[in-house]
């Protein structure tokens, strides 16, 4: 497994700073001024840069062969396009429902994404799944919401809390989902 | 942001100013209440250029305002019940799915519960016969409703105290 997933931990290596700064942000009481967000949007471009690798590599060294290739592809490409869109949202101050549109997008493709590892009966352990599930709905769901206009408290305190956990689900993939560090959970199949 | 204003108008009293508005759909803008007039600053773009804009509405020119709400988010509504489809599908398919499926289901039950428990505020301006329509984030329409009140309340009150 180690082998056929490789590429993971250098995408999450990417996606862990985006999570952790937005996470510390909202529980720090950023004012979010331009300066703050051309700040976030540098650790949203190498979460898009480290994850479009990852992707890049599934389909090259197509490791697991086409179908299982592509999908262990599509899941970190959605989520660099996103953090692309986000990078340039908060770098040039652009309206930010576009992004909360594409996020609450991918919330489905994600899921059935998701649901296509126990369709092709690829026997990734549970914890991974649990990851997956952290990112999309609920990590997604919380972005279409806070760049939606529904900025309210309770809203940003979810998105704070459910970036903490992506960071904490990013972290369990980069060493223990990846391979590296054996998994804690049985395989989904 | 007030600090701003203050500067910005020096000879006027600054009763509150806001950031990150939607006017008339349009990103960017932020406002304040004087006690003169409402004034909106904000960069639009298009076709990749800047142009600053500026609107300015004089208290005394405001015929009426309110707080409008949107009762329904389609977009979460719709996304709740993708969401469900999803669960209930795969778990269908393929029965080892049926924890995540739960999960799924259950989220978007919780996005169809939110798309008719969260409100969308609008602030609508009517003057000069036109309706300027604000949006902000979470509370700050009705936030800037209550300081348009209070200041609207104090020029009426100084000119019947004038009178």
Redesign the interface.
């Known amino acids: 497994m180690a082998e056929v997933i490789g590429a993971v931990p250098l995408g999450m290596a990417g996606l862990i700073f985006p999570l952790f700064a937005w996470f510390y942000a909202i529980f720090a009481k950023y004012e979010l001024k331009p300066e703050e967000l051309k700040g976030i949007a540098i650790t949203e471009l190498i979460a898009f840069i480290s994850l479009l690798f990852q992707a890049s590599w599934h389909i090259i060294a197509n490791p697991f062969g086409a179908v299982v290739s592509m999908l262990f592809s599509t899941i970190p490409a959605m989520y660099a396009f996103i953090w692309l869109l986000a990078f340039f949202t908060h770098w040039f101050g652009l309206d930010p429902k576009p992004l909360g549109d594409c996020a609450l997008c991918i919330t489905i493709s994600e899921c059935i994404a998701t649901a296509c590892f126990f369709v092709l009966g690829i026997g990734l352990p549970w914890q991974v799944i649990i990851d997956l599930i952290i990112y999309a709905p609920f990590t997604t769901l919380g972005f279409y919401l806070v760049n939606h206009g529904y900025g309210g408290k309770a809203v940003v305190y979810y998105v704070g809390v459910i970036c903490f956990l992506a960071w904490l689900a990013t972290i369990d993939l980069q060493f223990w989902g990846a391979g590296i560090l054996p998994a804690y959970t049985p395989p989904i199949v | 942001m007030e600090e701003l204003y203050r500067f910005l108008v020096p000879e006027e009293v600054v009763e509150g100013a806001f950031e990150n508005l939607?006017v008339q759909g349009?990103?960017?803008f932020t406002g304040c209440v004087t006690n003169h007039r409402v004034l909106f600053v904000g960069?639009t773009?298009k076709m990749g250029f800047e142009k600053e804009r500026i609107i300015e509405i004089p208290l005394d020119a405001i015929s009426n305002f309110e707080v409008k709400i949107k009762e329904r988010?389609a977009?979460?509504f719709i996304?709740g019940v993708?969401?469900i489809g999803?669960?209930i599908l795969?778990s269908l398919?393929?029965p080892?799915?049926a924890p995540?499926?739960i999960?799924?289901a259950g989220?978007?039950i919780g996005?169809i519960v939110?798309s008719r428990k969260?409100k969308?505020k609008y602030l609508v301006i009517e003057a000069k016969g036109l309706a300027l329509r604000i949006?902000?984030?979470?509370?700050i329409a009705e936030e800037m409703a209550s300081t348009l009140r209070r200041a609207i309340e104090k020029v009426r009150s100084g000119v019947e105290r004038e009178s």
Do not use: M
């Not at chain 2, 949006?135 to 509370?139: F, K, L, N, Q, S």
């Open positions: 939607w349009r990103y960017g960069t773009r988010d977009k979460l996304a993708l969401l999803v669960g795969f398919l393929v080892q799915f995540a499926g999960v799924y989220a978007g996005c939110l969260l969308k949006e902000g984030i979470g509370d």
